[in-house]
């Protein structure tokens, strides 16, 4: 019965997805078990063909209203985070976010680097470079099953914010977009 019902929602509502929202917090520093390097990266400075797929996937997040940060370890380029904001994370039709903030639109570990507590850490360190610059909050939104990268965030600081909800009736050019908040 349930996947008789998922069937004719699917043929009624089109393609759907469901976004749990995340928003960065006070935290903690997280221990992990080297010391990792955060530093910005700009597109100039890395070489697809010499990166890993995953992160050479990864490189146009570049651009204007744009942040990139790495994660290196000896020199070594092992995770990527990218932040949007102004007009450019507008354009995506998502979660509504203030002025001054800006949304982690990307996050990126190489599977060699996984299960090492990279990803809290990178989410965590450009976190606090970000609001430093004077973006805040932060958002970010995550599958809704994804719990691997929802532990991350949770283990970053960050909390739940709310549920994003886009259906795409198969009469419509573009998504219906529905951002549920949470409740104060």
């Not at 004719?8 to 749990?20: H, N, P, S, T, V």
């Not at 929202?21 to 006070?26: C, D, L």
């Amino acid at each position: 019965m349930r996947d008789l019902l998922k069937r004719i929602a699917r043929k009624l509502l089109g393609e759907y997805a469901l976004y749990r929202i995340w928003r960065s917090g006070e935290f903690t520093r997280i221990p992990v078990d080297k010391c990792f390097e955060l530093r910005e990266v700009i597109k100039d400075e890395l070489d697809p063909a010499n990166l890993p797929n995953e992160l050479a996937d990864s490189l146009w997040y570049f651009g204007s209203q744009a942040r990139g940060f790495g994660c290196f370890e000896n020199g070594q380029l092992l995770g990527l985070a990218f932040f949007w904001w102004g007009k450019r994370y507008a354009q995506r039709n998502s979660w509504p976010i203030e002025p001054s903030a800006a949304k982690l639109v990307h996050i990126i570990v190489t599977p060699a680097a996984r299960g090492r507590g990279l990803a809290p850490w990178l989410i965590q360190a450009a976190t606090s470079t970000m609001q430093d610059s004077g973006h805040a909050p932060l958002y970010a939104r995550v599958w809704h099953s994804n719990k691997p990268s929802q532990r991350a965030f949770r283990r970053a600081g960050w909390h739940p914010w709310g549920w994003l909800v886009q259906v795409q009736p198969l009469w419509c050019k573009h998504p219906w977009t529905l951002p549920i908040p949470r409740r104060l």
